[in-house]
């Protein structure tokens, strides 16, 4: 059974720092990608950022140079180092593993990253 756990999330003042990591353990198929997804309350669940086993990144616009995501393939492990905080990154970060060769999909439980002005 495939298990993913974030860790990290904590309340931290605007300007301050953050870095969430992700595990994915019981997986017996490579992983394709992984990437952090952030939900706030009455909205949709948004990918903020991505990458895949061989290193290709993605950031939405939002989190552009402010973020950085990296990948442990040795670990089956993600980080998302988040730099210059703002208040409107508080939400609940989900991290989401994707499989080869069927792409099955495998969601964590979250971690809360709160911001605080």
């Known amino acids: 059974q495939v298990q993913v756990m974030e860790s990290g999330g904590d309340f931290v003042q605007a300007g301050g720092s953050l870095r969430l990591s992700c595990t994915a353990s019981g997986i017996t198929n490579p992983i394709n990608s992984m990437g952090w997804h952030r939900q706030v309350p009455g909205k949709q669940r948004e990918l903020i950022a991505s990458?895949?086993?061989?290193?290709?990144?993605f950031y939405e616009d939002v989190v552009k140079g402010r973020f950085t995501i990296s990948i442990d393939n040795n670990k089956n492990t993600m980080y998302l180092q988040m730099d210059s905080l703002k208040p409107e990154d508080t939400g609940v970060y989900y991290c989401?593993?994707?499989?080869?060769?069927?792409?099955?999909?495998?969601w964590g439980q979250g971690t809360q990253v709160s911001v605080s002005a």
């Open positions: 989401l593993v994707v499989e080869r060769p069927d792409g099955s999909l495998h």
């Open positions: 990458i895949s086993t061989d290193g290709n990144a």
